[in-house]
């Protein structure tokens, strides 16, 4: 059959026309990859630790919630303790961004394998030392470059002892962990500890007084979370807050004061729609009722026991509790040489 019977030619020509236009349109543009494929590096780990900044980013928080409790103990004053971004940093990026004097502590956290950087910027040393002998927290100018001063050194001692106990329960519910003390540098550049090619994830807090403000930061090999990534992303670890006696105590008195529903059903029976509009008054229909009652509450099977009268009350002794619901269908499944009982409407 031909073509000419359904179309004429100039309707012929037009669907031409339209199908040479998206062919033409749908072409690809000889400019579109003109700067070719972007390279990706297979082997990077961008992507690896992404994936753990959220594990981090929980543990950060525990460490500053600690530290702030523990600075309050140290110096007797109310410090404002705040919580920094983990950012993904290069080590030169981070050694060349750091003032002169700091202290750059190497720190060891078995049983993760490889060193750690804990580091307290000059600020908050001369903060802290200050504000512990009743100062304001003011910053001492010095006209050259000096070394931490024996009392200085000291206060950095307890500092790392402060962060090291934090860390250990910050990371407690995730990993235990054990901090030690490996080496210290007043310069940045001279620690050779760590693989300058490792890329670094670096969280900060920062500890502000009336008049100056310091920071402390903690830098992470990605070498180092590495053994343990698995564990971080599938850890299902929650903070668990200080239980208080006195909310539980309100809690359980709240609980048992809630008023809840309870009933006991003898025995049911199904009937069709057509049934059911055909009783009449004296109609007799046979059901078994099982010996024994279960007791719901908020339609949770709870108790089994006997049914009966007490005191002129309609009433259930309780037997034995039920842990679950297939212990419930045991316990309410009616034995098969139980005689039926006539219910007479």
């Not at 037009?14 to 072409?27: C, H, M, N, P, T």
């Not at 009743?134 to 009392?151: A, E, Q």
């Not at 050779?192 to 807090?205: A, F, M, Q, R």
């Not at 025995?267 to 069709?272: H, I, M, P, V, Y």
Request: aromatic residues 8%; proline residues 7%; charged residues 20%.
């Amino acid at each position: 059959m031909s073509t000419d019977q359904f179309l004429t030619r100039d309707e012929r020509d037009a669907l031409i026309e339209v199908v040479s236009k998206k062919s033409r349109g749908s072409s690809v543009n000889p400019g579109a990859f003109k700067e070719g494929a972007m390279p990706y590096d297979l082997a990077g780990q961008d992507y690896a630790i992404n994936s753990l900044l959220p594990v981090l980013d929980t543990i950060h928080e525990r460490f500053a919630h600690r530290l702030r409790i523990g600075l309050f103990e140290l110096v007797r004053r109310d410090l404002i303790v705040t919580v920094g971004s983990i950012e993904k940093r290069g080590y030169t990026d981070l050694t060349t961004s750091l003032s002169v004097p700091c202290s750059v502590n190497v720190i060891g956290m078995n049983p993760l394998i490889g060193p750690a950087l804990l580091i307290f910027d000059l600020e908050l040393i001369f903060m802290i030392v200050d504000a512990f002998f009743g100062g304001t927290g003011r910053l001492y100018k010095s006209p050259s470059v000096r070394d931490f001063t024996t009392i200085e050194t000291r206060f950095i001692q307890r500092l790392l002892k402060l962060c090291f106990d934090c860390l250990e329960e910050a990371w407690e519910p995730f990993t235990t962990l054990k901090c030690c003390h490996i080496d210290s540098e007043n310069k940045p550049q001279f620690i050779t500890s760590l693989n300058p090619n490792d890329p670094l994830t670096v969280s900060s807090v920062h500890v502000s007084c009336e008049n100056i403000a310091g920071a402390l930061h903690l830098a992470l090999p990605y070498s180092i979370l590495e053994p343990i990534r698995e564990t971080l992303l599938s850890s299902t670890c929650k903070e668990h807050p200080n239980p208080s006696k006195q909310l539980t105590e309100r809690l359980r008195e709240g609980v048992q004061e809630s008023q809840v529903e309870v009933r006991c059903s003898l025995a049911g029976f199904e009937l069709n729609l057509s049934d059911l509009l055909a009783l009449r008054v004296g109609d007799i229909i046979p059901v078994n009722i099982p010996p024994t009652a279960v007791l719901r509450v908020e339609e949770v099977p709870v108790y089994s026991g006997y049914y009966g009268i007490a005191q002129g009350w309609n009433a259930i002794k309780i037997e034995q509790p039920l842990g679950s619901p297939s212990e419930w269908v045991k316990h309410a499944t009616p034995p098969q040489d139980f005689e039926p009982f006539a219910t007479t409407f």
